[in-house]
């Protein structure tokens, strides 16, 4: 399943979970809308008016899910480890859900955070459930593959239906 998330780059929103007794990983969980791992595919930052000089745009492959919904996260928070070094890692995502806005975010103040450093969160959530995502297909080259072959099959059997045509008219 792929997720688009919009995450603020400003670094501030990292720092100002510095001051939180990180929860349990039990703790998280109950709390958390959802949790789930997930790759990250592609960021894209652009600039944005206001209080965030920036906003990246996450695009996540997800590939296992403990809780919740991953259908519908659309906005998350940030901390400075959003640059292009991100792209390929996969994360452990807690997430909330603002009822009033209608939107779930990634809880970086609630240990989301990189899955290779989420042993304690691991081993507490227990196997999850895989999900399957297909690859992203960066080969422009299938319309070829498939459409080739066709039109050479096409015009064999247009030459063999034209041969037994001309047998019949001698």
Same mark, same amino acid.
């Given at each position: ?20 007794? #990180? $929860? &349990? ?54 901390? $400075? ?6 792209? !390929? ?14 939107? &779930? ?13 989420? !042993? ?7 196997? !999850?459930?895989?999900?399957?995502? $297909?690859? #992203? ?5 299938? $319309? ?27």
């Amino acid at each position: 399943m792929l997720v688009v998330a919009l995450v603020s780059a400003k670094s501030a929103a990292a720092s100002s979970c510095a001051w939180i007794r #990180p $929860p &349990t990983p039990a703790e998280a969980f109950a709390s958390a809308h959802s949790v789930f791992a997930a790759r990250v595919l592609s960021l894209r930052m652009t600039a944005v008016p206001g209080d965030n000089p920036k906003e990246a745009s996450l695009r996540l492959a997800v590939e296992r899910v403990w809780k919740g919904d991953t259908s519908s996260i659309k906005t998350a928070f940030s901390d $400075p480890m959003y640059n292009e070094s991100i792209v !390929g890692l996969t994360l452990l995502v807690y997430t909330w859900h603002d009822s009033s806005r209608g939107h &779930t975010y990634v809880d970086w103040c609630n240990r989301s955070t990189l899955l290779s450093a989420a !042993g304690a969160d691991l081993a507490s959530l227990g196997p !999850g459930i895989a999900v399957w995502t $297909p690859e #992203p297909s960066s080969d422009s080259r299938w $319309p070829a593959i498939v459409v080739a072959p066709s039109i050479l099959l096409l015009a064999v059997l247009f030459w063999l239906r034209r041969r037994q045509r001309s047998r019949r008219a001698v």
